[in-house]
């Protein structure tokens, strides 16, 4: 019976060893695939700043007013001419909507912006994406 029992105790002990040894492992995992994650986070954001950059370059080619507009949309997100029109006369334009709708015309011709279909029909620009194709 004793025989037993200290082979019970050895065991034990054996399994306590291997269960330290997979916590540590464990640890170790876990700090490289933070570490991944916070790489892959870093990357992400410095391509879309990239993409930003690449789009408002682009819309410089159109001018001031196209860029504003490139500017409004990445910030704002999917909207109409009316709603553009009154969102740069509030940062200090004088943008009519028939300047603005050329202004957009120019930019879709760029590739930089792509129009969708809102409620009821309605037409809202927003900024191309990457898988929008150009």
């Known amino acids: ?18 269960l330290r040894k997979e916590r540590e492992l464990n640890r170790d995992v876990l700090r490289e695939l933070a570490v991944i994650r916070s790489i892959l986070t870093l990357s992400s954001d410095a391509y879309k700043t990239s993409k930003k950059i690449s789009l408002l370059s682009k819309s410089l080619r159109a001018g001031p007013l196209a860029r504003d507009i490139t500017e409004i ?8 001419i ?15 909507r ?26 809202l620009f927003k900024v191309r994406s990457e898988d929008s194709g150009k």
């Open 1 to 18: 019976m004793e025989s037993r029992i200290d082979e019970l105790a050895r065991k034990i002990n054996l399994l306590e060893e291997e």
């Open 73 to 80: 949309l990445m910030t704002e997100g999917p909207l109409n």
């Open 82 to 96: 009316s709603q553009l029109t009154n969102l740069l006369r509030e940062i200090g334009g004088r943008a009519s």
């Open 98 to 123: 028939k300047t603005v709708a050329k202004k957009l015309r120019e930019l879709m011709e760029l590739g930089v912006v792509d129009t969708i279909e809102g409620k009821k029909s309605e037409k």
